[in-house]
């Protein structure tokens, strides 16, 4: 691969990841119900588009894959959390208080929490080191 | 880990970008390893080595020294 492509798809992962933050921010907003309509349709639509790209474009180079595996460690320590660990730890202690009830963990987050752990860990390492 | 790579860079009056185009890697990369943000691969250190003609240890230190 030319230096040329290696820069130009590395300021691409770069730049989607800037956009994926921005939109990612939206669509908790748009869960929240503070923006609907069109503006949550195109936060989503720049969401899904900031992702393929950045998922394109995740071998560019070795400081890209150490940013990439940051944040796909997050997102897979958020799923374990959120479909595991969180529901376990609640069925434990309705357990033992008594109050069993239906499930509260809300496992409809979980995607959102993933990419919401995704971009954290992309960009702390962006900011602060990919260590 | 701190490193050399700046100092050694600017002693041959080459930019971010023309370091990264002799080390096969992005600018933004070079960045990251000169500001300590990303510690390079085992194969990007020895063509490091190999392109300012020292040994690793005289451009990285990991304290340990």
């Known amino acids: 691969m030319s230096n040329k492509t290696t820069i130009s798809r590395t300021s691409i992962h770069l730049a989607a990841a800037i956009v994926g933050c921005i939109t990612l921010v939206g669509t908790w907003l ?10 949550a349709t195109t936060m989503g639509i720049l969401f899904v588009v900031s992702a393929v790209a950045m998922f394109v474009t995740r071998n560019a180079d070795e400081y890209v894959v150490a940013l990439w595996r940051a944040g796909a460690n997050a997102a897979f320590l958020a799923l374990l959390a959120t ?25 409809d987050l979980a995607p959102t929490l993933a990419f919401s752990a995704f971009f954290l860990a992309h960009s702390w390492a962006r900011l602060r080191g990919t260590f | 880990m701190n490193n ?4 050694l860079r600017a002693e041959r009056n080459w930019s ?39 040994p690793i240890e ?8």
């Open chain 2, 16 to 54: 971010q970008a023309e370091l990264a185009q002799h080390l096969d890697v992005s600018r933004q990369a070079v960045n990251a390893i000169e500001t300590g943000k990303h510690d390079p691969s085992l194969p990007l250190a020895f063509r490091i080595s190999r392109l300012f003609d020292m």
């Open chain 1, 30 to 39: 748009a869960k929240l119900d503070v923006i609907g309509g069109a503006g």
């Open chain 2, 4 to 7: 050399r790579l700046k100092v």
């Open chain 1, 83 to 107: 479909y595991i660990f969180a529901p376990f730890a609640e069925g434990f202690y309705d357990g033992l208080s008594g109050g069993e009830s239906h499930m509260d963990t809300p496992i």
């Open chain 2, 58 to 65: 005289e451009i990285f230190d990991d304290g340990h020294a």
